[in-house]
């Protein structure tokens, strides 16, 4: 039996992407939607693991390997991206770091049903606060468009592609690039 069209992306296919581009470091805090994929990481011999004790840290850390010659990537949830806005502007977008961050687009498809769109204008009181939404996936784009950071959506394994993509332009524009995943890891 075949699985449904739209399962979402599967962490082994995301695996395989960052082994055939040469990542060599995941920085980065397991949420539910990552663990799989963070349990593959841990064990794969081509990769090393450097769990973070916040998101903050988490660019911190990889700006650092990438200095030492590694080619690390970042791997968070979108409410960690909120509160990592001081060390990704300030240490990863001001040092050029070419870094591919996989963020889990938390509360995606709540938003998506409540027929919220993050392009038509900055959040109101009433849609940050509506019972139904999670209100980082409100903030997430936004705040990703006025920190300057490019980012793709990834929902499916048809989404490969767009990680050596991100990863490419990444490095030709010598600053992070967002994949937003948009489904839990599987």
Not at 51 to 63: L, V
Not at 72 to 80: D, L, S
């Amino acid at each position: 039996m075949s699985p449904p069209a739209d399962t979402g992306p599967r962490a082994n296919v995301l695996h395989a992407a960052l082994v055939d581009l040469g990542v060599s470091y995941i920085v980065g805090i397991p949420d539910n939607a990552s663990a799989v994929l963070f349990d593959l990481i841990l064990r794969d011999p081509s990769m090393s693991l450097v769990p973070a004790t916040r998101e903050g840290e988490a660019f911190a850390i990889a700006s650092g390997l990438w200095l030492g010659g590694r080619h690390p990537a970042v791997i968070i949830q979108n409410t960690g991206l909120l509160e990592s806005g001081d060390s990704l502007r300030g240490t990863a977008v001001r040092m050029g770091v070419p870094l591919l961050c996989l963020i889990g687009y938390r509360g995606y498809a709540k938003m998506k049903e409540a027929h919220l769109d993050p392009h038509a204008g900055p959040p109101t009181r009433t849609t940050l606060t509506q019972s139904d939404v999670d209100s980082v996936a409100l903030l997430t784009e936004p705040t990703l468009r006025a920190w300057g950071i490019p980012y793709h959506l990834y929902s499916t394994d048809d989404d490969a592609p767009l990680v050596a993509e991100a990863w490419a332009q990444a490095h030709r524009e010598a600053r992070p690039v967002a994949l937003l995943l948009t489904h839990a890891s599987s």
